[in-house]
């Protein structure tokens, strides 16, 4: 079946260190999606990309939607302790179904 | 997220009771969702609905029943519990298919069955 996957599945930093996450799908996306979730808390809206090739920004976060659309990632510059949880990506297949990726969790060390 | 809110927050059930989560929108959005989070799983979707009373299954839906009477108004029932649906429950509301941003999640359920 459709299928998408994340890596890696913990990213421990130190503070101050860059981080990215991978998202990666077994078929061609029509869009992707960013989540991030905070220890306790619920999965919160970041980004939507929907071109081939497109490049984001918010502050410090750099989003990234394949030229293939099977495939981005999350970069994350100079991390924060406020940057700790876990990332998802979520795929939007051609038939309108939107799979979550299992997330990446990021641990900031201070 | 203002808008929506699930309740209850925690609950814990014996096995085999029937259990319904409730999840209120004040957005008037058209399509809601229940999704189950579990370790190494990340969400799965359970059941979705784009209309009062229009509902369908999603990738884990046995066992779990939805009913959408009003469209703030999206209710989650588990016939009789199971120790493996044990979990976090989330609601979530979108505009709909090929509407610009993402879903909006409640604040969850997290439902224990002992």
């Known amino acids: 079946g459709q299928q998408v996957m994340q890596i890696p599945q913990y990213q421990h930093v130190q503070e101050g260190e860059d981080f990215t996450t991978y998202c990666n799908s077994s078929?061609?996306?029509?869009?992707i999606q960013w989540y991030k979730q905070r220890p306790g808390g619920h999965p919160v809206f970041l980004i939507q990309l929907v071109k081939s090739g497109e490049v984001k920004k918010q502050k410090r976060l750099t989003f990234q939607f394949g030229e293939a659309k099977k495939n981005s990632s999350l970069h994350i510059t100079a991390t924060q302790t406020t940057d700790v949880g876990t990332y998802f990506c979520?795929?939007?297949?051609?038939?309108?179904?939107?799979?979550f990726g299992p997330g990446t969790s990021l641990s900031v060390i201070p | 997220d203002a808008g929506i809110t699930q309740s209850p927050r925690h609950k814990v059930t014996e096995t085999g009771t029937p259990v319904t989560l409730r999840c209120h929108q004040t957005?008037?959005?058209?399509?809601m969702y229940w999704y189950r989070q579990d370790p190494g799983h990340g969400l799965r979707l359970i059941h979705y609905s784009y209309g009062v009373k229009d509902t369908d299954k999603g990738e884990v839906s046995d066992g779990y029943s939805v009913s959408r009477s009003k469209t703030e108004d999206f209710l989650l029932t588990l016939e009789s519990a199971t120790s493996s649906q044990t979990s976090v429950y989330f609601c979530a509301i979108t505009l709909g298919p090929g509407r610009e941003g993402g879903y909006t999640f409640g604040s969850g359920t997290r439902l224990t069955v002992v």
């Open positions: 979520a795929g939007k297949t051609s038939y309108d179904k939107v799979i």
């Open positions: 078929t061609t996306l029509s869009n």
């Open positions: 957005e008037n959005h058209r399509y």
